[in-house]
């Protein structure tokens, strides 16, 4: 099974910052889309930001607005999530994925899941 491997999470305190970073699996097309997602216990599955690889055009959630930047490296395949301000509610487990259809928020249109990371966020 093809898979991205996430990498980075880890225990914050409010107001700290990680950096996760996500090694996508195979070529990567500048029509594709990647994207970070995130869940937490009892929670659906959401949409965190995204890049598309062609342009390097981002987008996020309006939760994390502001706080988080996603970037990518071309050559190394890989996709970045850094994140400042971390808060309490933005503890869960970090997932990144592929869209080949490009721009979506839906994780049901995406391949290439990973293991995912957790990120705790707690004083």
């Known amino acids: 099974q093809v898979q ?3 990498s ?7 107001g700290d910052s990680l950096r996760l970073s996500c090694a996508a699996p195979g070529r990567i097309y500048s029509s594709h889309f990647m994207a970070w997602f995130r869940q937490s216990p009892g929670k659906e599955r959401e949409f965190v930001a995204g890049i598309r690889w062609g342009t390097g055009k981002t987008y ?7 706080r988080f930047t996603i970037s990518r490296d071309s050559g190394e395949n890989t996709v970045d999530l850094q994140m400042n301000g971390l ?10 994925a592929l869209n080949r259809g490009g721009y979506e928020t839906s994780p049901r ?3 290439y899941w990973g293991q995912g990371t957790q990120v705790t966020v707690s004083s």
């Open 8 to 14: 980075g999470g880890g225990l914050a305190r409010p």
């Open 87 to 96: 808060k309490p509610e933005d503890t869960a487990v970090y997932y990144c």
């Open 60 to 66: 996020y959630a309006d939760s994390v607005k502001g």
């Open 109 to 111: 249109t995406f391949v």
């Open 4 to 6: 991205s491997v996430e």
